[in-house]
DNA sequence: TGATCCATCATTGTATACAATATTGGGCCG
DNA sequence: CGGCCCAATATTGTATACAATGATGGATCA
């Protein structure tokens, strides 16, 4: 069983956009990819159709694949969507919670810390992010969940085009305060600091004008 | 320009399943899709790829693609999902609807009693969760429209399976009040509305066990 | 000198060929 | 007679070949 290939090539690119290895608006070329992964187009295609469908690659017809550049308009989006479905997830979270989940909380909360530490701020960013799917994952709501994972991905892109003090990461309070209201099952509070995490999150964000220019593949894929 | 051939493909199995025509569980040969709609398999199998993402289709490796089958988890996901974003997104439609919009929504419900009418319960249940889909369009929220289109389409999965008094389509009563709302630009109403109106649809399902066996394919495309 | 047009090239879209895996049916053995 | 195993078949997974479309660059003409 191995669904392997295209999982892998999807995985990839996912995680090198997460970390911001891979700028908005890169070009996806077929051939390179293909070569890089050792596999031919057929499969690649098929990778590439499905981070289209999580708009995180935008296919344009006849000329090719990118990583997408949300707009303003659809980064608002994104950002109003986490606020319909995370705090109320964060709420059923709360009230499900296991100690083993709570360990796994934390150990993420280290990872990003020792992260930022090292300032590697891609994988901050894509631990921070990790965080939030672990709350809807917790809240045992696999389709929910799906959703957010979603929005959290593009949200990466979103910050990658409009971020602007980027030397201050505000994520880390947020989530340990919330990671303390989880602790206490306190769901109330849990759903009230979600909701002004995802409010700090999008006020730290300038949607006016976007900065970044795209990468070279090679050169983030293969380091 | 033309990306109709996966497109269309999409379209048709999409309508398929959303009036019933193609049962949950229904084998989907990638030969026979291919054969039926004069294309090779290269394209059925990105449709059939892109229908799987939404959950219309499941695929199993090395075995093939099938109309998916919620399970009752599942359903209850997909409600409660729905649960989270349409209210809000009912809300935000009362406050910006206008008439054009209003006389959309009332020509869909008029054809949406028009098919009750004509038995043609397939075709009503198409219609009714058009409806759903068209708030959320009003809604101006794209990002969210997708989702809710998405738990739509695997709404009439679920009602496929678990629908027990098919007699008694309780839906119109509660699109016909929330019509109302909307012409009233009453959001706090429009939102109560719809929260009482999913309730009342997941409550109209019998979430013990299921129903319904696979089509022949042909004979649900091939009118 | 600059702009436009056309030919060439590169890249994607689609079909087909081949490889790998699962299903099926018949024969064999107990 | 029933269960099991293996071969034949059908279907999916992947690679490659060909077709179609967009990008590029140089030559020509004003």
């Known amino acids: 069983m191995k669904e392997t290939s295209v999982q892998t090539i999807v995985a990839n690119l996912e995680l090198a956009i997460h970390e911001h290895r891979l700028a908005p608006g890169s070009k996806l070329s077929e051939d390179e990819v293909g070569e890089i992964f050792g596999v031919s187009r057929t499969v690649v295609r ?3 159709q499905r981070l289209s469908h999580t708009h995180l690659v935008e ?3 006849n000329i090719g694949a990118f990583v997408a550049q949300p707009s303003i308009r659809e980064a608002r989006e994104v950002f109003e969507a986490r606020a319909l479905l995370e705090p ?13 989940d709570l360990a796994l909380l934390r150990s993420h909360l280290d990872q990003e810390e020792e992260a930022m530490a090292q300032q590697s701020t891609g994988r901050a960013l894509h631990l921070s992010g990790r965080f939030h799917i672990e709350i809807a994952r917790i809240a045992d709501q696999n389709t929910i969940a799906e959703f957010i994972a979603q929005l959290v991905a593009r949200s990466s892109l979103v910050i990658a085009l ?5 030397g201050a990461l505000c994520d880390r309070h947020g989530h340990e305060a919330l990671l303390r209201a989880l602790a206490r099952q306190d769901g109330a509070l849990a759903e009230e600091l979600m909701k002004q995490h995802l409010l700090d999150l999008m006020t730290s964000l300038d949607l006016r004008n976007r900065a970044s220019a795209p990468t070279s593949l090679r050169e983030a ?3």
Not at 88 to 100: C, H, K, M, N, V
């Open 46 to 48: 098929a990778a590439l």
């Open 162 to 166: 409009y971020w602007q003090r980027r």
């Open 59 to 61: 296919l344009k017809r």
């Open 88 to 100: 109320r997830t964060a709420r059923s979270a709360a009230e499900r919670i296991t100690p083993a």
């Open 221 to 223: 894929l293969l380091p």
